[in-house]
């Protein structure tokens, strides 16, 4: 693995802290978003991740300078990708958005350039002609806020070359992560194949209105001890790739119920600016979220 240069297309909540991540870690990185308004909501989510690396991993006020230092942005994809080594794609969960992007992408990317894929439920080989370049293509996800839960996933599709499957498994490495090899495809790769049920079931009982969300994730906090219920962790994914992901599964089923659910958190949530943990609100107001309260669990 040679890699020096990364750059990180897309530059929400994920893909900031991918970059950021990168860039601590010694890499030249440059962010890439579709216009400068994007590209500005990025170095604020970047600035703010200042606080949880000294609070988590006690960085020091020099390691973050240099970090920051190391990064570039542009809404230009040529001029973002010229000499990168590898891109790391984390744009929306929508496959004709995904497909189009990787079609611009393997026409202005160097030809030794590796893709990768952060898509959380979308398969490699969905995308894989599209970007010119099969073998040197793989899946690449990463957990939220990965400087704490720092996995990487790498995921093969039947055509990636394994030396390029190799050195995204050092990469991943490099960058601080506990690397995990997926042999074959996975929908929803390890993670999200464990986590995306409970989701879903969550979601499934709010629309039902079985009970609200908050007795939902009070129910699972007290009975497995786990220290989030499900809609906390929806918060931290964001809402919008909630109703991402809802949308596709009910266009690609026709189950009604996932029409429901995106539904749902269309009308309630994000046309009404909460959109998460990010944004200070989503089904909790923030930074004093109702399930941190000491009373919450009784």
């Known amino acids: 693995m040679n890699y020096k240069h990364i ?33 500005a909501k990025a170095k604020e989510r970047m600035a703010e991740l200042k606080s949880h690396y000294v609070a988590d991993l006690n960085a020091s006020e020099e390691q973050l300078a240099a970090a920051y230092s190391r990064i570039a942005y542009n809404s230009d994809l040529a001029a973002a990708v010229s000499n990168s080594d590898l891109v790391i794609e984390a744009i929306p969960e929508v496959v004709q958005i995904k497909t189009d992007f990787y079609k611009k992408l393997g026409e202005v990317a160097p030809k030794n350039t590796i893709f990768a894929t952060n898509s959380s439920t979308l398969l490699p080989s969905q995308f894989a002609e599209a970007t ?40 991943a490495k490099a960058i601080g992560m506990v690397a995990l090899p997926l042999q074959k495809e996975q929908p929803g790769y390890i993670l999200n194949s464990l986590l995306v049920p409970l989701l ?74 909460k959109l998460g943990r990010a944004t200070g609100e989503g089904f909790y107001k923030y930074p004093n979220p109702n399930f941190l309260k000491p009373d919450f669990k009784s």
Do not use: C
């Open 200 to 273: 879903e079931a969550a979601q499934q009982l709010l629309v039902r209105e079985i009970a609200d969300a908050e007795t939902i994730d009070k129910t699972w906090m007290v009975a497995t001890g786990a220290p989030l219920g499900p809609f906390a962790i929806l918060d931290v994914v964001g809402i919008n790739t909630a109703y991402n992901i809802g949308l596709a599964k009910a266009k690609a089923t026709g189950d009604a119920e996932f029409q429901n659910i995106a539904d749902l958190l269309k009308s309630e949530y994000i046309d009404k600016g």
């Open 7 to 39: 750059t990180v297309a897309g530059s929400g909540v994920l893909g900031s802290q991918i970059a950021f991540q990168t860039a601590y870690k010694g890499f030249d990185v440059t962010v890439y978003d579709i216009n400068d308004q994007a590209l």
């Open 132 to 171: 010119g370049r099969p073998g040197q293509f793989l899946a690449l996800h990463f957990a939220n806020e990965i400087w704490r839960n720092n996995t990487a996933e790498v995921m093969k599709h039947p055509g990636t070359d394994n030396g390029v499957f190799e050195d995204v498994v050092a990469f």
